[in-house]
């Protein structure tokens, strides 16, 4: 098994940490877990709001097929344990749906096992037809696991029409932390592969973005430290480049949700729920990570009615939010002095501007920062008059 084939095991394991803690609802994920574990609440937090972003997207669509019983499939990429086909089945009992799910050798097989030792899983699988159980795929009438590696779209195209894949049938594409992970020449060669041989689909993209402020920084070293390099941020590393990409790519309509607009479409009382479940004060390093990551739609064909059945609206520009005939609040971007260069701090107002607290980088490092930093305000810049570091 390979190092980024483990990640999936850990990401796994903090789904069910955050469902057993109630932030979402998923009774299979424990068919999958061997050994349960509690996360940190930051870590739930996370998984709750990756949760969310997948729910009023993808889900969506899925809802909107399923409640005009209009036939459709789903391809869900690199899904290692993910137990989407399961709950789409429990939560909305779809008629006219086929799932294909594609990973790698190690998991499918791990998979396939644990599928066929659950009693709850098993019954989902199929409806009248099991075509096909070698032990190492699952063939039937409603679910079809097999493997292939994604960077060969030439065997993938063999692998779907053997399963009898339509690749004119409204497609639902998941992919959650899977190309990221793909050198980047492949990744865009499979992201170009499905927009051209796919009449009808959409594309659903949870992963990273922003490598290049301190804590993407932090991000990236990461997942290099556990040998899970993200090599899509090499050149594809703001939310408009992912845009370009997609539609460079032959998708007809591309839309980009930061989870921070993800979360700001929240419900209040869903936001309290959540704040209720255990004690949680984390809240700026939970926005520093909603801002590093993001949900990404690309569509092509009828499938791009969906973007306006979606729960979800990007959020707007500074100038929609402030009119300048309805306020007298004027906005000017400035130059700071690194010392500035910092998130969730505290600052006071008076003769001069005083800093303190906060997020940001120190000695080359994403740390907390415990300096504070008095500057003054010249005209068109700011200039650091004092830092006193914390001793």
């Known amino acids: 098994m390979t190092r980024v084939e483990g990640t999936n095991d850990y990401s796994i394991v903090s789904k069910l940490s955050a469902a057993k803690a109630e932030y979402f609802k998923d009774e299979f994920l424990q068919e999958f877990v061997e050994k349960p574990r509690n996360r940190a609440p930051l870590i739930n937090w996370g998984y709750y709001i990756r949760s969310k972003s997948i729910e009023l997207t993808f889900e969506a669509a899925v809802k909107h097929f399923t409640d005009r019983d209009l036939p459709f499939q789903i391809l869900s990429i690199g899904a290692g344990f993910d137990t989407t086909f399961f709950n789409i089945q429990e939560k909305y009992e779809p008629k006219n749906m086929v799932f294909f799910e594609i990973d790698l050798p190690s998991n499918v097989e791990r998979k396939v096992k644990l599928i066929f030792n659950s009693e709850k899983c098993q019954s989902l699988v199929w409806d009248k037809v099991m075509f096909e159980n070698d032990g190492k795929t699952i ?12 960077a060969d779209t030439g065997q993938l195209k063999k692998s779907l029409e053997k399963l009898n894949f339509d690749f004119s049938k409204p497609t639902l594409i998941l992919s959650e932390c899977v190309i990221t992970y793909m050198k980047e020449k492949d990744s865009t060669k499979l992201i170009q592969f499905l927009g051209e041989i796919l009449d009808n689909a959409a594309f659903f993209v949870y992963e990273q973005c922003e490598p290049d402020d301190a804590f993407g920084a932090f991000m990236v070293k990461h997942f290099q430290n556990i040998s899970s390099p993200i090599l899509g941020l090499s050149r594809f590393r703001t939310q408009e480049d992912q845009i370009s990409r997609y539609l460079a790519a032959g998708w007809c309509k591309c839309k980009v949700h930061s989870l921070t607009s993800v979360f700001l479409c929240l419900p209040e009382q869903e936001i309290q729920r959540i704040q209720d479940l255990e004690l ?64 969730g701090h505290s600052m ?44």
């Open 280 to 343: 949680f004060d984390e809240f700026e390093e939970f926005f520093l990570k909603c801002s590093h990551y993001f949900m990404l739609v690309a569509t092509k064909g009828i499938c791009d009615i969906l973007h306006g059945v979606l729960n979800l609206k990007l959020l707007p520009a500074l100038p929609e939010i402030l009119p300048e005939d309805k306020n007298h609040l004027q906005v000017q971007i400035v130059d700071t002095p690194n010392s500035l260069k910092r998130f």
């Open 348 to 391: 006071g107002v008076g003769e001069d501007v005083y800093v303190f607290g906060g997020f940001g980088e120190e000695n080359g490092k994403h740390k907390r920062l415990g300096n504070f930093v008095r500057i003054e305000f010249k005209g068109d810049h700011f200039v650091e008059k004092k830092l006193v570091k914390n001793a």
């Open 139 to 150: 063939n039937t009438d409603r679910y079809r696991l097999f493997a292939c590696d994604l």
